[in-house]
């Protein structure tokens, strides 16, 4: 039986054939249902953001922030994100994966993006790519829709702009940078990306563009009426309580959990109580038991 008779697909751990598509994604604001997102990097939380249903997974540039202790996101490679990329890849099973094109990596002309954003989805496991900027990225946009490479737009604070923004601000707090932003937002839009990010924008021009577009808006730092919100997911989990933006909640505080069980194990250990007997081998007959 093939998979056309029998109709249902065939099941590979993985496999993109069981993930969200961007129809699934686009169909979200026609409905009225919220998007969640997050940010994931490696399998682990992968599998653990998936199985605790997230619409979308985006391995974020972030990357650079969170797990390379750089101070921006400006020196992540396109291999880089690939190889992150197909970790998170190997983990998800319902959630939409997107990755970020890292800086420079698309914004020399169309083709090169075309080149990017194909290696993310060949070799990274990708369903689509998101890269930041507005009208002026618009022809790119439309460049990879063209060849049936769906795209996620990122306006407002886009972070690989921090030093033109001359550090993270806030953008569209003028009139005439929120012109900018909702001009932004709606050429993105009719260039064909299928959402939009809006970060570090007013809540209420995040409403206005929210309205103005027929693609669903996921905030981040933008206020409650975006059609879905994306958190960086160490921000969400409370892994570096040093780092406190107003635009984070934080849902748990694991540098405590983590802090407080790696002294327990490193006392265990000094004092010679880890690893009890019942962590231990005998020899047994059954040499061919496996050990896990
Ligand atoms: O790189 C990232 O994690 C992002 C999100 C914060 C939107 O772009």
């Given amino acids: 039986m093939t998979w056309a008779t ?26 009225g249902v ?23 997974i985006l391995v974020g540039d972030s990357l650079g922030m969170v797990v390379q202790g750089q101070p921006d996101t400006l020196p992540v490679t396109l291999d880089e994100m690939i190889y992150h990329t197909r ?17 420079l990596s698309y ?14 989805l060949k070799e ?21 829709v063209e ?33 900018r932003v909702l001009a932004d937002a709606v050429a993105v839009a009719e260039a064909g990306a299928f959402c939009v990010v809006l970060e570090g924008i007013p809540s209420d021009l995040a409403a206005e563009i929210t309205a103005a577009i027929q693609v669903p808006t996921i905030g981040i730092g933008a ?36 802090t407080d069980a790696v002294r327990a194990y490193i006392d265990e250990v000094k004092a010679g109580v880890f690893p009890g007997p019942e962590h231990g081998f005998t020899r047994s007959a059954n040499a061919l038991k496996r050990v896990y």
Avoid: N, W
């Fill in 6 to 31: 029998s109709g249902s697909p065939p099941f590979f751990p993985g496999a993109s054939v069981a993930r969200a598509t961007t129809v699934d994604i686009r169909r979200k604001k026609a409905e």
């Fill in 34 to 56: 919220r998007i969640a997102m997050i940010t994931a990097y490696d399998f682990t939380f992968a599998r653990l953001l998936d199985g605790a249903g997230a619409d979308m």
């Fill in 87 to 103: 970790c998170v890849s190997r983990g998800l099973v319902s959630a939409h994966l997107t990755t970020d094109l890292p800086f």
């Fill in 107 to 120: 914004q020399v002309s169309p083709e090169q993006a075309l080149l990017a954003a194909g290696r993310a």
């Fill in 124 to 144: 990274g496991g990708a369903q689509s790519v998101k890269l930041e900027g507005g009208a002026a990225m618009a022809p790119t946009i439309a460049r990879l």
């Fill in 147 to 179: 060849v049936g490479i769906p795209v996620v737009g990122h306006v407002g604070l886009t972070p690989q702009s921090v030093h033109a923004m001359g550090g993270f601000r806030v953008q569209g707090r003028t009139e005439s940078d929120a012109a």
């Fill in 223 to 258: 206020g409650a009426a975006c059609d879905g919100q994306v958190l960086v997911c160490y921000d969400l989990l409370g892994l570096d309580l040093r780092f406190q933006p107003r635009f984070v909640k934080r849902y748990a505080e694991l540098e405590t959990t983590v």
